[in-house]
């Protein structure tokens, strides 16, 4: 539950001290140069609020540099009411309802959102390959998107695109969106986010058959004989099937259809919602928290993106 009522979501200062605690628990750090102790805070009327000057490299800066905040004409208090909506909406929620509650465009809050996303992103220097030494990862795909109910008359049905899902059981869980599903695709997938010590669980898809041998074990159910779970209760991938019922119900619900382009953002949305699920120890506010945290360094993926105008 958010209470909305919070200063941080109305009020800038409040908004930036809670930033500001989420970022820097230690005290402000210079994003230039890394310097945490001989920083000063700049006060009075003359200065910005919020900026501090590094005797180190002698550069100023605030709390959103080199974050998915900087550089944005969108208050503090509205980013962090929309990190906590987006944290706390389990399957998704929609820029129009953003832009409703936070009385901005719809164009600045679909960009916010997808700032935010990239807050939500994995980043490959913080988050290694999921399992390892007895540990089990399952690894299952799905498509999302070409409902014909949103084709126009005579149009043809939007294209499908695929998503696979590893989940270290117990622990994290990636999404992928993938150009195909294919055992080359697949494999480069796995290699790359799975380390091989792990047991490998999957349903009986031909797939994983040659790829499979490469791990320390895999084992499959069979789904076309409609075996869901192995006798031993050890081998599914129903963890990853109830992560795609979430992925599913959220793009049909709040997005109604996401472009090619965009998938990987809202899988990975999915994906840090679900790695930051209560059952993980998370609830709404220490799930926004972790996006806040995360919001650092993203900013040049971002620039990549090529969406870095406006918001
Ligand atoms: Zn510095």
Redesign the pocket.
Known sequence: MIDLTNPIFHDEDAARAHLEEQRWPHGAE?P????RHNVTKLEGKKHRKGLYQ?N??R?QFSVTVGTVFERSRVPINKWVLATHLMAASKKGISAKQIERMLGVTYKTAWFMMHRIREAMAPSAKADGPLGGKGKTVESDETYVGGKGKNAKKGKPVPKKHAVVALVERGGEMRASHVPDVTAKTVRKVLFTQVRRSSTLNTDDSLLYYWMGRDFAKHASVNHSAKEYVSRDGKTHVNTAESFFAILKRGITGSFHSVSEQHLQRYASEFAFRWNTREANGFNDAERANAILKAAEGKRLTYRRTGDAQDA
């Open positions: 210079c230039h140069c890394g310097e590094c180190g490299c550069e």
